[in-house]
Every structure is written in C-alpha cells, then in structure tokens.
C-alpha cells in the first residue's frame, strides 16, 4: 500500500508532515492551524489516513491535507 501526501510524494513511518489548511477538530471547537508541523507520523490501513500527535493528543488526519517536509 502506497500512502501519498498532497503532492504525490510517498509518506512513510516516522515522517514528518505540514498541514496545509486550517482543520476544524471533529467534536471540539480547537482548530489546527495551517503550517502545523506534526512529526513521526503512523500509517495506517486505510491509505487516505495517517495518525499523528498534534498538542498532546493523538489524531487521525487525512492525507489530502498533508504535505511532507
């Protein structure tokens, strides 16, 4: 399975990656703001997601979104 950032360039475990706009947080009123830096990403088995801990909390985020750095 090949899990790719915004840009087409393959994500790996461990990765780094960008968020690229502003995300509302899904059942909390925080937001992520764009240029959130979320580092040692985890794949998982659905390619169009990755997990990774942004402000202590573990998060599942959508690739689409992404971009590595």
């Not at 915004?6 to 475990?13: A, C, H, K, P």
């Not at 794949?43 to 997990?51: A, G, H, K, V």
């Amino acid at each position: 399975m090949e899990v790719k950032d915004s840009n087409g360039t393959l994500l790996n475990e461990g990765d780094s990656v960008q968020i690229i706009k502003d995300l509302k947080v899904k059942g909390s009123s925080s937001v992520l703001k764009r240029g959130t830096l979320v580092k040692n990403i985890r794949l998982t088995s659905n390619e169009e997601e990755i997990e990774g801990r942004v402000d202590k909390q573990m998060m599942v985020l959508k690739t689409c979104f992404m971009k590595k750095v």
